[in-house]
């Protein structure tokens, strides 16, 4: 019997040293040396050989953090990049050319909406955005050219969710791949690879490091897709750095212990707000009043750190929302141990239009916070008093 995820993200070890380390060992180096000119020359004939060359191609710490990833996922293998967007960037470059077509939810992180609309296009290449939820009138869109469909479920900051089973029943007869962003769940509360997905692109940046250090991204699928792939990164050069491999592998021990905590004190904090008069609309995946509560409990194990709302009040209330805040932090990473409020219409999202915000899933009074792991009572009680003072 496979061990559970959580002894996993523990025990997965690269192979001890002669040091005979009980913790995993950083390899901060960039090169690897031969035992002879022969050994050097067979490193060199093979595409992924089975030694370390370089550590552009590969290293032992950053393979360890991989090949973790690659498990709690459910699936072979996998490439890490030094960011998010070094992990989107690769897989579209990787899996696209000139004439094709990509599928992608309108609500994507705004790097990737950026990629997608300005850098894509240079090398003829178009995308089309759906409506998460409005999953019926996908099946129209595809073209015979698409290759790609690309989504990200809980969505940001709006926490669309969308039936993944739907979207790879739409994608596997099309032979159409589907790339996940699955940043918002980490694998201990979503695994795409069980309903279907063929690739999972992580920002490790958020809650798999999970206290705000390092960047870090990473994509892991079958061996089949994950090949081609590794190529881009090894010869384009957006790897990970041993040093963030080292924090984000160390980080995965805790993950899932972090992940319970975050998801049980964002529920309380979404019940707790449900009926709060100056709110219009809380939402939550695992509030029964959430519009895709059925799928959420289908496809998640727990409903996450993210809980947004909607004040009453608008724009103006957001900033004085903000302003009023004593212990939550305004910063815009989230999937931190510290509790982070951010407010898009006053403050990322300030130069949009109102046509373009709504595109994106941004009103006026939207809120979001991405619920740490400080003591519950604290983390309302500061919410509460900066609603008081809104
Ligand atoms: C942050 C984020 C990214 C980008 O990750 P970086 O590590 O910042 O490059 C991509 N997708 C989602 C959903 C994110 O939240």
Not at 112 to 117: A, K, M, N, R, S
Not at 326 to 342: Q, V, W
Request: proline residues 6%; negative net charge.
């Amino acid at each position: 019997m496979s061990q559970h995820p959580q002894t996993q993200a523990i025990r997965i070890q690269t192979e001890r040293t002669g040091e005979k380390e009980h913790s995993t060992p950083l390899f901060l180096t960039s090169s690897f040396v031969y035992d002879s000119a022969q050994d050097m020359a067979a490193a060199f004939t093979e595409e992924s050989p089975d030694v370390n060359i370089y550590s552009r191609f590969s290293n032992p710490t950053v393979d360890e953090f991989i090949q973790k990833i690659a498990v709690l996922e459910g699936t072979e293998d996998g490439v890490a990049t030094g960011t998010g967007m070094a992990a989107v960037f690769s897989t579209f470059m990787t899996f696209l050319s000139k004439g094709d077509h990509v599928l992608s939810a309108s609500a994507v992180f705004g790097s990737t909406h950026t990629i997608l609309t300005k850098y894509l296009p240079k090398w003829g290449i178009e995308s089309t955005y759906f409506n998460m939820n409005e999953p019926e009138k996908i099946e129209g869109l595809f073209q015979p050219n698409t290759k790609l469909l690309y989504v990200e479920t809980p969505s940001n900051p709006g926490l669309d969710i969308i039936d993944l089973e739907l979207l790879s029943s739409l994608c596997k007869p099309r032979g159409v791949l589907l790339v996940v962003d699955n940043c918002f769940a980490t694998p201990m509360v979503q695994k795409p690879i069980l309903f279907g997905a063929d690739l999972i692109i992580h920002s490790a940046t958020k809650f798999i490091d999970g206290q705000g250090r390092v960047l870090g991204g990473v994509i892991v699928g079958p061996k089949a897709l994950i090949h081609p792939l590794y190529l881009f990164v090894r010869n384009t050069g957006p790897s990970l750095s041993p040093f963030n491999a080292w924090v984000l592998t160390k980080s995965l021990e805790t993950l899932a212990i972090r992940m319970e905590r975050h998801a049980e004190s964002a529920l309380r904090l979404a019940k707790h707000l449900e009926d709060h008069p100056k709110l219009s609309r809380v939402r939550y995946p695992f509030l029964p009043s959430h519009p895709q509560y059925a799928i959420a409990k289908k496809q998640m194990s727990n409903g996450g750190a993210i809980v947004t709302f909607e004040l009453k009040g608008g724009l103006e209330s957001g900033r004085k929302f903000l302003n009023a805040l004593k212990m939550l932090s305004m910063t815009n990473n989230l999937g931190d141990s510290r509790s982070i409020a951010s407010h898009p219409a006053s403050t990322t999202h300030s130069k949009l239009s109102p046509e373009e915000k709504a595109a994106v899933g941004i009103t006026d009074g939207l809120v979001r916070i991405s619920v740490g792991l400080e003591h519950i009572s604290d983390i309302i009680a500061d919410i509460e008093q900066a609603l008081d003072n809104c």
